[in-house]
């Protein structure tokens, strides 16, 4: 996947942030729908940090320019595409009596949240294509 040569980097760290967001509502969920399984540890996804150091980083590594000839730039290994966020074990103050980790009121908060997230960042994300189309079509319709 080519994004970030395609659109602008805010766009792809968006979908980047977009397909974590909904691995972080499948984890979720697995711990919501495990709250009753004796000796389940309940999981989290961390992508914030990783996200923020892919975007802070250089956004790839150029190739060497030995001659003033030479043509700048070239392929780049994108830190985007291969940043991946980390399936961890949820902080949890207390474990059940049966050895199971999963505090449902923690989870339908970490739920809540991370469809709230999704919800603006699909909206900042639609705004950014709006304005594209507005630029592409010259302010008129299509």
Known sequence: MNGPSLFSDTMYAFERTLDFRSMRHNVVSTN?????????TAKDVQF????RRALEKDRGIALARTHANHIEGGSQVDILTTAEPEIVKAESPVASFDGNTVSV??????????????????????????????????????
């Open 105 to 142: 009121d923690a989870e339908m908060y970490k739920l809540t949240q991370n469809s709230l997230l999704y919800q603006t960042e699909t909206d900042v994300l639609a705004r950014l294509f709006a304005g594209l189309k507005y630029a592409v079509t010259e302010g008129g319709s299509i």
């Open 32 to 40: 919501l729908s495990n709250a009753d399984t004796p000796g389940f």
């Open 48 to 51: 914030e940090s990783v996200l």
